[in-house]
């Protein structure tokens, strides 16, 4: 089942030092585990949350990537060794399905995230409503782990700020995602997150906020909904385009250039140096160009058209996360330099 999805908007990093007396330590952590696990029923509703990790975590960026969803209020994050607690600041509610989940932002002391971010859910009920949606994140313009998928009832619009969803996911290895716990009978739509700038929090113009364009029905007979394909696009990520420049002339005086020139603002005009082989590879943010090779002879970054050999111009449309390999460019004598008949 193929979703179509549509972007409503479109960090840090820690450097990696080795160890002192060893070799650098760049294997990623694991969650190895949880209370309470997976799918665990009949949760008191006191309980206390914890996830031990494989080695010793940064604390603050573990600290922050451990969360409960629908929302609760955490009173106190504790320590032991490499286990983190959650003591909340109120009782879960009864009968209720929660996922604690781990963020893939969470880093080992050496600076190293997990591999994937970690899903656990559980529920205070004694048994969990039967209603699954699995499927696969496509991501275009980013990478798809680590992408939460957010679970609605239909006509339920989400509230980016409350986590007032129905049920939770979070896109593993591949894109892959479960969602467990949900009532069925039900419709319900799927909103991926995709938290890019890692603050756990959606901020319009950095993060990404997606809706399905299709609602999923969930049934007593038919309470798994498998097979879905969530295509997801970062509207702002950069375009790859890579080609070839011939120089007919033969030409090796100056530097050989593409001359970019957006036709949404014809001010704005690119420059990029073109290796003496011809071959080029550039990222572009997404638009629609006006492109031409030109050789630069004197090197004074503009184009003498009735003395600088040049190829044809081309229209170009450079589309979000997409590569595309463009015709060669040939370069020609400028026709006022041609030999008279």
Same mark, same amino acid.
């Given at each position: 089942?193929?979703?179509?999805?549509?972007?409503?908007?479109?960090?840090?990093?820690?450097?990696?030092?080795?160890?002192?007396?060893?070799?650098?330590?760049?294997?990623?952590?694991?969650?190895?585990?949880?209370?309470?696990?997976?799918? =665990?029923?009949?949760?008191?509703?006191?309980?206390?949350?914890?996830?031990?990790?494989?080695?010793?975590?940064?604390?603050?960026?573990?600290?922050?990537?451990?969360?409960?969803?629908?929302?609760?209020?955490?009173?106190?994050?504790?320590?032991?060794?490499?286990?983190?607690?959650?003591?909340?600041?109120?009782?879960?509610?009864?009968?209720?399905?929660?996922?604690?989940?781990?963020?893939?932002?969470?880093?080992?002391?050496?600076?190293?995230?997990?591999?994937?971010?970690?899903?656990?859910?559980?529920?205070?009920?004694?048994?969990?409503?039967?209603?699954?949606?699995?499927?696969?994140?496509?991501?275009?313009?980013?990478?798809?782990?680590?992408?939460?998928?957010?679970?609605?009832?239909?006509?339920?619009?989400?509230?980016?700020?409350?986590?007032?969803?129905?049920?939770?996911?979070?896109?593993?290895?591949?894109? =892959?995602?479960?969602?467990?716990?949900?009532?069925?009978?039900?419709?319900?739509?799927?909103?991926?997150?995709?938290?890019?700038?890692?603050?756990?929090?959606?901020?319009? *113009?950095?993060?990404?906020? =997606?809706?399905?364009?299709?609602?999923?029905?969930?049934?007593? *007979?038919?309470?798994?909904?498998?097979?879905?394909?969530?295509?997801?696009?970062?509207?702002?990520?950069?375009?790859?385009?890579?080609?070839?420049?011939?120089?007919?002339?033969?030409?090796?005086?100056?530097?050989?250039?593409?001359?970019?020139?957006?036709?949404?603002?014809?001010?704005?005009?690119?420059?990029?140096?073109?290796?003496?082989?011809?071959?080029?590879?550039?990222?572009?943010?997404?638009?629609?160009?006006?492109?031409?090779?030109?050789?630069?002879?004197?090197?004074?970054?503009?184009?003498?058209?009735?003395?600088?050999?040049?190829?044809?111009?081309?229209?170009?449309?450079?589309?979000?996360?997409?590569?595309?390999?463009?015709?060669?460019?040939?370069?020609?004598?400028?026709?006022?330099?041609?030999?008279?008949?």
């Amino acid at each position: 089942m193929a979703v179509a999805m549509f972007a409503l908007v479109a960090s840090g990093c820690a450097r990696k030092q080795p160890p002192t007396g060893g070799p650098p330590d760049l294997d990623p952590p694991l969650v190895i585990a949880s209370d309470p696990d997976s799918g =665990a029923t009949s949760v008191p509703r006191d309980a206390r949350l914890s996830v031990e990790f494989s080695e010793g975590m940064d604390p603050r960026s573990t600290t922050v990537g451990v969360e409960v969803a629908p929302r609760v209020d955490v009173k106190q994050r504790r320590w032991s060794g490499r286990r983190l607690t959650l003591v909340l600041a109120d009782s879960l509610r009864r009968d209720h399905a929660y996922t604690l989940f781990v963020g893939s932002d969470a880093r080992d002391r050496h600076g190293n995230p997990l591999r994937v971010g970690r899903a656990i859910p559980f529920t205070t009920a004694a048994t969990f409503p039967p209603g699954i949606i699995e499927g696969e994140v496509l991501a275009t313009g980013f990478t798809a782990p680590g992408t939460y998928l957010w679970c609605y009832p239909e006509g339920v619009e989400p509230d980016s700020t409350a986590r007032d969803f129905e049920a939770v996911g979070l896109a593993g290895e591949g894109g =892959a995602f479960r969602i467990t716990g949900l009532n069925v009978p039900g419709r319900y739509r799927l909103w991926a997150f995709a938290d890019l700038n890692k603050n756990h929090s959606f901020e319009p *113009g950095q993060d990404l906020l =997606a809706g399905a364009d299709t609602t999923l029905s969930l049934t007593a *007979g038919q309470a798994l909904a498998s097979g879905v394909r969530l295509r997801v696009v970062n509207p702002r990520a950069p375009g790859r385009v890579k080609g070839t420049v011939l120089d007919s002339l033969r030409d090796s005086r100056g530097t050989l250039r593409l001359i970019v020139i957006s036709e949404s603002d014809s001010t704005r005009r690119l420059l990029y140096d073109i290796d003496p082989s011809g071959a080029y590879d550039f990222g572009w943010e997404p638009g629609t160009y006006r492109v031409r090779a030109f050789r630069d002879t004197d090197r004074n970054k503009v184009w003498k058209r009735d003395e600088e050999g040049a190829s044809e111009e081309r229209r170009v449309v450079v589309s979000p996360g997409e590569s595309q390999e463009l015709p060669t460019f040939v370069l020609v004598r400028p026709k006022s330099a041609e030999p008279s008949p």
